[in-house]
C-alpha cells in the first residue's frame, strides 16, 4: 500500500518563473492539502482539495493555485516565484473530513 | 488568530537522558493536538493525538499530555536515543465549516549526543 508521494523530490527555479508540484494521496484518501514550511519553521497550512475543490485557504497569495483530478491526486502551482517561495512544499492526504493526515516526503523548492 | 507556540526552540541532550517539550496554543475551537516527529528533509508522522477530553496518550518513549483549561500540552521523551534527532511539532486541529483544518507550531528541535 504506498503512501503519500510527491514529485519532483527537489527544484531550482529562478524569479519570475512557475512551477508546479505534484501529489499523489495514500490509497483510498480523497483529500489533498498542501504547506509550506520554510526552513526552521512549522508547515503553513496552503489550501485543501477534496472532489475536486477547493475546499479551504491558508493566507497565501492568489500565486498559489492547485488542482485536483478525478483519481484524488493534486498539483500545486505558484506563478512568479519570489525568493521567499523556497522551502519544503508538503503535501498530506485524508479520507473525507477525518483528522488524520498522512504526510509525504515533501519537494524542496529553491528560488534563486 | 489561531496560534500554536512551541519551546525550547531547540535542546541538546545526551543519549539515555530524559526531555520535555512545550506547547501553548490559542486555537479555537478546539478538536484534537497532535504530536509529530519530524527528520531533517521529511514529512512529519505523527506519534500521538488526543482529543478534549484526554489528558495522556503514550506511544512507546513518547508520552504527551494535555490540559485544556490552560491551553497547555506536553511531550516527554524517556531515555533518549540518537534516533530521537529531529524537530518535534505541535499541532492543533479545528473544525470549521466542516472542514478540518491544522494549526501547526515551528517545532522544537532535539539533538541527541552519544
Known amino acids: 500500500d504506498a503512501g503519500v508521494t510527491q514529485s519532483p523530490t527537489h527544484l531550482i527555479k529562478t524569479r519570475g518563473q512557475q512551477v508546479t508540484l505534484r501529489c499523489s494521496p495514500k490509497?483510498?484518501?480523497?483529500?489533498v492539502s498542501w504547506y509550506q514550511q520554510a526552513l526552521g519553521q512549522g508547515p503553513q497550512f496552503i489550501f485543501q482539495?477534496?472532489?475536486?475543490?477547493?475546499?479551504q485557504r491558508g493566507n497565501f497569495p492568489d500565486r498559489f493555485s492547485g488542482h485536483q483530478f478525478p483519481n484524488y491526486s493534486s498539483e500545486l502551482n505558484v506563478n512568479a516565484l519570489l525568493l521567499g517561495d523556497s522551502a519544503l512544499y508538503l503535501c498530506?492526504?485524508?479520507?473525507?473530513?477525518?483528522?488524520?493526515?498522512?504526510f509525504g516526503p515533501g519537494t524542496r523548492l529553491l528560488v534563486l | 488568530k489561531n496560534q500554536v507556540e512551541q519551546s525550547p526552540q531547540s535542546l541538546i541532550i545526551l543519549e539515555g537522558k530524559n526531555c520535555t517539550l512545550q506547547?501553548?496554543?490559542?486555537?479555537?475551537?478546539?478538536?484534537?493536538l497532535r504530536w509529530y516527529k519530524q527528520d531533517t528533509g521529511r514529512g512529519p508522522v505523527s506519534l500521538t493525538i488526543?482529543?478534549?477530553?484526554?489528558n495522556t496518550k503514550s506511544n512507546g518513549r513518547y508520552t504527551a499530555t494535555l490540559d485544556a483549561d490552560t491551553k497547555q500540552s506536553s511531550l516527554h521523551i524517556t531515555a533518549s536515543q540518537l534516533s530521537d534527532s529531529a524537530s518535534y511539532i505541535c499541532?492543533?486541529?479545528?473544525?470549521?465549516?466542516?472542514?478540518?483544518?491544522?494549526?501547526f507550531g515551528r517545532g522544537t528541535s532535539l539533538i541527541v549526543h552519544p
Open positions: 498530506a492526504s485524508s479520507l473525507g473530513s477525518t483528522e488524520t493526515q498522512y
Open positions: 490509497s483510498g484518501h480523497d483529500t
Open positions: 482539495y477534496y472532489e475536486e475543490e477547493e475546499r
Open positions: 506547547c501553548n496554543y490559542t486555537v479555537s475551537p478546539f478538536s484534537n
Open positions: 488526543m482529543t478534549f477530553s484526554e
Open positions: 499541532v492543533v486541529g479545528s473544525r470549521t465549516g466542516g472542514s478540518y483544518i491544522p494549526t
